[in-house]
């Protein structure tokens, strides 16, 4: 086991970035923008996370399995707090990232600029396979709450979006 | 002045509409008429149950008896809940729930980009999220609308028959009572007769290109300020809340 400062918040940084969001297990909840801070205590240590959707449904696995982890490493009182300011985007997510959603098989999100949708803008989204542009929304929801599903004209593959937020 | 209860039913209201909603569109569950709608039925209900959680846990600090937000969805009863009347309907063809989710999403999606600007820090930032899921909500009944409504016959008629039958109920949304406008008037809460015409320059050129014409109704559905429902709030909640008034405190 690497044995991380548990005292700073760059340590507890390095020990969360092992948890990943249990739906898209390529990607961490630090990559993925849900880990927001530490807050150390006199005797705790607090995380501060924030939620993709309000109804994630991953939200109380992430929390079991940070707080399971940091006792694992000998953090005292370990606790996490959920919280909506400032409002999770998709815009949070490096390129680095979002090149592992593609490697994976989802189409990474564009700019959140994009959505638009009084006039929607004619954005583009690549298929994840073969890079076409020419490719379809099936339906605006997906497999989670932070999908759409698309498919490609081209290689004919059906694929995940993860949607612009 | 806002005063503390005032807060609190306000609280009711936002937390109430999701999770009625929500509960109302989690019923097409493995009923949608094809995958991929059964789909985005069950994220609607998600975003929805979502947003009722987070108001609600919020509206049990607020009154501060230690209730929990399952305390108050499986506690409470009828006439304590103050959902707005639309959203418990039943969902009808999926015509008319469509025709429901535009009439709801759009209002939703002005109702909360109204409250990120809201004095209250937390009301403000639960609506900087829902105000994301509602836009979706929108554009995709929007797309449903012009779909059906430009389809055949036969999908223009149940899509035109759900507009007439729930735009009786679109009245409601922009009610305002005494608590409602104490709390517009501090910046906490909308001020929603504003929204009204927000809202009817929103979704009439929608109707309009789905070739239907807005019902004409002389009477507007009213009653849920006040805690009034139709009998149908009183069938979900007897589903809703059954485990938890048999087997009362069960956990899982």
New interface residues.
């Given amino acids: 086991m690497v044995s991380e400062d548990i005292h700073s918040k760059e340590g507890i940084f390095r020990l969360l970035s092992s948890i990943c969001d249990p739906e898209i297990p390529v990607v961490s909840i630090e990559e993925m923008g849900m880990l927001r801070d530490v807050i150390f205590h006199e005797h705790s240590c607090e995380v501060i996370i924030t939620?993709t959707?309000?109804?994630?449904?991953a939200m109380g696995i992430i929390e079991d399995d940070i707080i399971a982890l940091l006792k694992q490493h000998g953090v005292q009182e370990p606790k996490v707090t959920l919280?909506?300011?400032?409002?999770?985007t998709t815009d949070w997510m490096t390129e680095t990232t979002k090149q592992k959603l593609r490697d994976f098989g989802i189409a990474a999100p564009m700019h959140s600029s994009c959505?638009s949708?009084i006039k929607p803008a004619n954005a583009h989204v690549h298929c994840p396979r073969c890079n076409s542009k020419n490719t379809k929304v099936?339906?605006?929801?997906?497999?989670t709450?932070c999908k759409a599903?698309y498919s490609c004209n081209d290689c004919k593959e059906p694929f995940d979006y993860f949607?612009c937020? | 002045m806002t005063t503390h209860n005032a807060l609190y039913k306000y609280l009711l209201f936002l937390g109430d509409n999701g999770l009625i909603q929500g509960h109302r569109l989690s019923e097409l569950c493995s009923n949608g008429p094809i995958l991929e709608e059964d789909l985005a039925m069950t994220n609607l209900a998600l975003d929805h149950i979502g947003r009722a959680q987070a108001f609600l846990k919020y509206a049990g600090e607020v009154e501060g008896k230690g209730r929990t937000e399952d305390d108050l969805a499986y506690k409470r009863g009828e006439r304590e809940f103050y959902n707005n009347l639309i959203a418990e309907l039943p969902n009808g063809d999926f015509a008319c729930t469509m025709a429901r989710m535009l009439i709801v999403s759009s209002f939703e999606y002005l109702l909360f980009t109204a409250l990120c600007t809201s004095k209250n820090a937390t009301i403000a930032a639960i609506a900087a999220k829902a105000v994301k899921e509602a836009k979706y909500h929108f554009m995709h009944s929007r797309d449903w609308c012009y779909r059906l409504g430009k389809g055949t016959e036969e999908s223009h008629r149940r899509l035109q028959n759900g507009f007439n039958e729930f735009w009786m109920f679109t009245g409601e949304l922009f009610e305002m009572d005494a608590d409602f406008a104490a709390l517009a008037n501090d910046g906490i809460g909308a001020d929603l007769t504003v929204l009204k015409p927000q809202w009817l320059t929103l979704v009439q050129p929608i109707l309009a290109d789905s070739n239907i014409a807005i019902p004409n109704v002389d009477y507007m559905q009213t009653g849920s300020r006040n805690g009034i429902h139709t009998e149908y709030l009183g069938h979900i909640l007897s589903e809703m809340q059954y485990l938890q008034r048999a087997y009362p405190d069960a956990k899982w």
């Fill in positions: 939620p959707y309000t109804g994630c449904p919280v909506y300011s400032p409002a999770w959505s949708w099936v339906s605006q929801f997906g497999s709450a599903l949607k937020h």
